[in-house]
């Protein structure tokens, strides 16, 4: 009996000493899961830290990437249309860049109809978006959406076309617009051989402007004009329409059709003696307008007149390499991805995102912060080099492109 006591007591001893022994161990890995348990996210904006809003830049010291810490966070982005090419390349770029920081995203198309866009945008509102990425099917039209957004505590982001009469916009992301214009002015130049001509010779121009309730059209405007104005006022550019005003040059919804009917009007009542050198457009669609003009008037290879774009859609590098279309302008919509999903990231991390541009970007209510990305002039000799090689596009989608 006593040894069976004694051996009892041995054994409750023992587990005694072997729980106190590990007793503080246990306290002190307890103490180290509190030390390194803190939202790495919330002390530290890799954006901030870097200057740049890459992807590859946003790792927080544990290697994860930015945004995962969010629990999920859901991202609303609200496009014009899927069925023009730039505006679902430009969601399927952004959902990428969104999801790789571990947001959840959802992407609703308006199809070019400002009152769905804002039927969409009070859905994602009341779905409760932890923020809102907005192309504007109009920019005009969306202010109450915006502002509905701000009301309930979601901040919004204007991509590419800046929502007017609203100051709900945190940030707007785009291209340096008047740098775009200035670009396209400057190869209209140089394709037209403007500064090669002799005493007397002149070329002829017609404009095709992009959409009056765009702030981008107008800023493409200027900074065409500030290239060609000289040479409309030297006489070395005649425009016999004298439509040369961001007004008179307008089409609404950056319609082809409607350039196309423009491009035909002008053809049949200015251009019946001489011919017309230069088509001035403003974006690929508008300038498929002019081509579809200027094949139906009978213009051939012989006669063609120097057609700008902007956008490098698909069809529209076909047409240069066809020679049909002169050059676009490429504005690679995975930079632009970056940048907006960067700010996206500062925006809910309470930090600032990176910006380039505090002037520009006046939407009546407010001057909104801006991040410009920087475009690059694209033709027949470097296609090949900066969107096949570049990878934003394969040759086989170019060939399979309408022309």
Same mark, same amino acid.
């Given at each position: *009996?006593?040894?069976?006591?004694?051996?009892?007591?041995?054994?409750? !001893?023992?587990?005694l000493a072997v729980?106190?022994?590990?007793?503080?161990?246990?306290?002190?890995?307890?103490?180290?899961?509190?030390?390194?348990?803190?939202?790495?996210?919330?002390?530290?904006?890799?954006?901030?830290?870097?200057?740049?809003?890459?992807?590859?830049?946003t790792k927080t010291?544990?290697?994860?990437?930015?945004? #995962?810490?969010?629990?999920?966070?859901?991202?609303? $982005?609200?496009?014009?249309?899927? =069925?023009?090419?730039?505006?679902?390349?430009?969601?399927?770029?952004?959902?990428?860049?969104?999801?790789?920081?571990?947001?959840?995203?959802?992407?609703?198309?308006?199809?070019?109809?400002?009152?769905?866009?804002?039927?969409?945008?009070?859905?994602?509102?009341? !779905?409760?978006?932890?923020?809102?990425?907005?192309?504007? #099917?109009?920019?005009?039209?969306?202010?109450?959406?915006?502002?509905?957004?701000?009301?309930?505590?979601?901040?919004?982001?204007? @991509?590419?076309?800046?929502? *007017?009469?609203t100051d709900a916009?945190?940030?707007?992301?785009?291209?340096? &617009?008047?740098?775009?214009?200035? *670009?396209?002015?400057? #190869?209209?130049?140089?394709?037209?051989?403007?500064?090669?001509?002799?005493?007397?010779?002149?070329?002829?121009?017609?404009?095709?402007?992009?959409?009056?309730?765009?702030?981008?059209?107008?800023?493409?405007?200027?900074?065409? *004009?500030?290239?060609?104005?000289?040479?409309?006022?030297?006489?070395?550019?005649?425009?016999?329409?004298?439509?040369?005003?961001?007004?008179?040059?307008?089409?609404?919804?950056?319609?082809?059709?409607?350039?196309?009917?423009?491009?035909?009007?002008?053809?049949?009542?200015?251009?019946?003696?001489?011919? $017309?050198?230069?088509?001035?457009?403003?974006?690929?669609?508008?300038?498929?307008?002019?081509?579809?003009?200027?094949?139906?008037?009978?213009?051939?290879?012989? &006669?063609? %007149?120097?057609? =700008?774009?902007?956008?490098?859609? $698909?069809? !529209?590098?076909?047409?240069?390499?066809?020679?049909?279309?002169?050059?676009?302008?490429?504005?690679?919509?995975?930079?632009?991805?970056?940048?907006?999903?960067?700010?996206?990231?500062?925006? $809910?991390?309470?930090?600032?995102?990176?910006?380039?541009?505090?002037?520009?970007?006046?939407?009546?209510?407010?001057?909104?912060?801006?991040?410009?990305?920087? %475009?690059? !002039?694209?033709?027949?000799?470097?296609?090949?080099?900066?969107?096949?090689?570049?990878? @934003?596009?394969?040759?086989?989608?170019?060939?399979?492109?309408?022309?």
């Open positions: *009996m006593k040894k069976k006591m004694l051996s009892t007591f041995l054994c409750i !001893a023992v587990s729980f106190a022994g590990c007793g503080p161990g246990s306290e002190t890995e307890k103490g180290g899961e509190k030390d390194s348990g803190p939202d790495t996210s919330s002390e530290k904006d890799p954006a901030k830290d870097t200057g740049s809003g890459e992807a590859a830049d010291d544990d290697g994860e990437a930015g945004g #995962t810490s969010d629990g999920g966070k859901k991202i609303a $982005l609200s496009m014009p249309s899927q =069925s023009q090419q730039r505006w679902s390349f430009d969601a399927a770029n952004m959902k990428k860049e969104l999801e790789a920081k571990g947001y959840s995203v959802d992407v609703q198309f308006a199809e070019d109809d400002p009152a769905k866009q804002a039927e969409q945008i009070e859905q994602m509102i009341a !779905a409760q978006a932890d923020c809102l990425v907005i192309a504007a #099917t109009e920019p005009g039209e969306l202010a109450a959406a915006a502002d509905a957004a701000k009301s309930a505590g979601i901040p919004v982001i204007a @991509y590419d076309r800046l929502i *007017m009469d916009v945190y940030y707007y992301v785009s291209f340096d &617009n008047k740098g775009t214009g200035t *670009m396209i002015g400057k #190869t209209i130049a140089e394709k037209a051989g403007l500064d090669n001509l002799a005493d007397g010779e002149y070329k002829t121009i017609e404009f095709f402007m992009g959409s009056a309730d765009d702030k981008n059209a107008r800023l493409v405007y200027n900074g065409l *004009m500030e290239v060609l104005q000289p040479y409309l006022d030297s006489g070395r550019l005649i425009c016999r329409t004298e439509r040369t005003s961001f007004d008179d040059t307008s089409i609404k919804e950056w319609s082809p059709e409607k350039a196309q009917q423009r491009c035909e009007d002008y053809l049949a009542g200015y251009y019946t003696e001489e011919e $017309l050198d230069i088509c001035a457009a403003a974006s690929d669609g508008l300038a498929s307008g002019c081509i579809r003009a200027m094949q139906s008037a009978g213009y051939t290879a012989s &006669n063609w %007149p120097v057609i =700008s774009g902007q956008d490098c859609e $698909l069809d !529209a590098c076909k047409n240069i390499l066809e020679g049909t279309q002169s050059f676009s302008i490429y504005k690679d919509s995975r930079v632009l991805a970056q940048k907006c999903a960067a700010m996206v990231e500062a925006v $809910l991390n309470g930090t600032e995102a990176e910006i380039n541009d505090t002037e520009q970007y006046d939407n009546n209510k407010l001057i909104v912060p801006a991040y410009l990305c920087t %475009p690059q !002039a694209v033709d027949k000799d470097n296609l090949k080099e900066v969107l096949v090689d570049g990878g @934003y596009y394969t040759q086989e989608q170019i060939d399979a492109a309408e022309s």
